[in-house]
């Protein structure tokens, strides 16, 4: 059973903080790998993909992939309050489709 | 604004109605979902087409009914649905399916069935 994990939250930080999103998969033979941005009442928006193991940025945000330990993160540089919404860890393995992690939702306080 | 297109944005029907959620992307994708989302929940996979034949029915009961016209659309025909059917109805879309891709969504239609 392939299962994607995501702490539900709400995790909450202070404007202009460093927001830390993890996300943890049970199979390492795992191939790509995605974050989402939702707005409440809103569908999900593609934030980041990632595909090998390390950094890579985009702006304020930064995907981690560490491919031994079976975890993907989502760091959030300078968080506003607009960042406020929930974010899906997706991970895609061969032969499935898309699974989805359950979401953590960020609150940014100003 | 997305490049997936999705009609109606909102839609209420009841128990008896047919109805049907359209879903058009112009990207050149070879690959469409359908996805179900209840409140508080991840999308959950409904259906997908790759280069417009259906590859993937999670066991979704046949009052759900999808067509893929052509690669540009992709359609989702309703009838007979249940209380517990109401949700929102999401499409997207990928280069291909292998998953290499990352899917694109549309914003979705709100079902609500009387």
């Known amino acids: 059973q392939k299962e994607v994990e995501q702490n539900s939250g709400p995790l909450s930080v202070p404007e202009g903080a460093i927001a830390s999103l993890n996300c943890t998969y049970s199979d390492r033979v795992s191939q790509s790998f995605f974050w989402y941005r939702q707005y409440s009442g809103k569908s999900p928006e593609l934030i980041m993909s990632i595909y090998s193991n390390g950094d890579k940025e985009d702006g304020r945000f930064t995907a981690q992939l560490n491919k031994a330990s079976q975890y993907v993160s989502l760091l959030i540089r300078d968080s506003q309050p607009s960042d406020s919404a929930t974010y899906l860890c997706a991970v895609k393995w061969a032969g499935t489709a898309l699974i989805f992690g359950k979401g953590t939702t960020l609150s940014v306080s100003s | 604004d997305t490049e997936v297109t999705q009609t109606p944005k909102h839609l209420v029907m009841g128990m008896t109605n047919k109805k049907s959620l359209k879903c058009e992307q112009h990207?050149?994708?070879?690959?469409m979902y359908w996805y179900k989302q209840k409140a508080k929940k991840p999308p959950e996979l409904m259906f997908v087409y790759s280069y417009e034949k259906l590859s993937i029915n999670e066991s979704v009961p046949s009052r759900f009914s999808p067509e893929c016209p052509n690669s540009s659309l992709l359609n989702l025909h309703l009838h007979a649905l249940q209380p517990e059917d109401s949700a929102l109805y999401l499409c997207?879309?990928?280069?291909?399916?292998?998953?290499?891709?990352?899917?694109?969504f549309g914003d979705g239609t709100r079902l609500s069935i009387l």
């Open positions: 997207a879309s990928s280069q291909d399916s292998t998953g290499n891709q990352p899917q694109h």
């Open positions: 990207m050149g994708h070879r690959a």
